[in-house]
């Protein structure tokens, strides 16, 4: 049930833009998307529900396509501060005990040059 | 300040011994969760608990065992039967199950076992 991210990893210069995708083989109720950087605990920045719902931060923006089941996280302008592995995560569309069940994702990990 | 707390940073300890790990949090969270991460492996869910006296098992939940009997703690032993616990242990807590909730995370444990 976790779902797979792609690219595995990017590398970026300053200012260069980079999509992270997130697709998952079960209907989908909320897609989750976290940064970590090293270390460090992972930083929340958007949820997508099905239906349209999100929210996040204003730097950041993704998509959900809820027939395919995937989500895209969209980095535009990228800047050094974006490093970090990126995890997607996914609350699947089902009561009973999939109900509030987050899993993740492997990771993207990004690197942005100067 | 609120916010999730995990004790120790680091935890030591010999094969064959059980080990508990602390997690607290003051942000009135129904659910709370713990992750596993290993390099190139991403976070992977161990258990997870949406109110008090209740838990269910998550993805790779053979070798632990937790307790969730206050809302503000869910302490995560890491049994003997465990065969690779040396790993980032991270836990997380969330104000329901499901919508526009993040889920917020600790700082982590590093557990070393030899």
């Known amino acids: 049930q976790q779902p797979v991210q792609s690219p595995q990893a990017v590398i970026l210069r300053e200012g260069e833009d980079a999509v992270i995708n997130c697709s998952s083989s079960k209907a989908l109720y909320s897609v989750h998307w976290y940064r970590q950087k090293h270390g460090e605990a992972p930083v929340f920045l958007m949820i997508?529900?099905?239906?349209?719902e999100q929210k996040g931060h204003d730097k950041i923006s993704a998509s959900f396509n809820e027939k395919k089941q995937q989500s895209s996280l969209y980095l535009t302008a990228s800047q050094l501060s974006y490093s970090g592995t990126y995890f997607c995560?996914?609350?699947?569309?089902?009561?009973?005990?999939?109900?509030?069940?987050?899993?993740f994702g492997q990771g993207t990990i990004l690197t942005v040059h100067p | 300040d609120g916010g999730i707390t995990q004790s120790p940073k680091y935890l030591f300890r010999k094969e064959g011994q059980n080990v508990t790990l602390s997690c607290e949090q003051n942000l009135n969270h129904d659910a709370m969760y713990w992750y596993r991460q290993d390099p190139g492996q991403g976070l992977r869910l161990i258990y997870y608990?949406?109110?008090?006296?209740?838990?269910q098992k998550g993805d790779i939940a053979e070798g632990y065992s937790v307790s969730r009997e206050k809302k503000e703690s869910f302490p995560l032993t890491v049994t003997s039967a465990q065969k690779n616990p040396t790993a980032f242990y991270l836990c997380?807590?969330?104000?329901?199950?499901?919508?526009?909730?993040?889920?917020?995370f600790g700082p982590g444990t590093r557990l070393t076992v030899t």
């Open positions: 997508l529900l099905k239906g349209g």
């Open positions: 997380a807590s969330r104000i329901g199950g499901r919508g526009l909730d993040e889920q917020y």
């Open positions: 608990s949406q109110i008090v006296n209740d838990f």
């Open positions: 995560g996914t609350v699947l569309n089902a009561g009973g005990t999939s109900y509030g069940k987050l899993t």
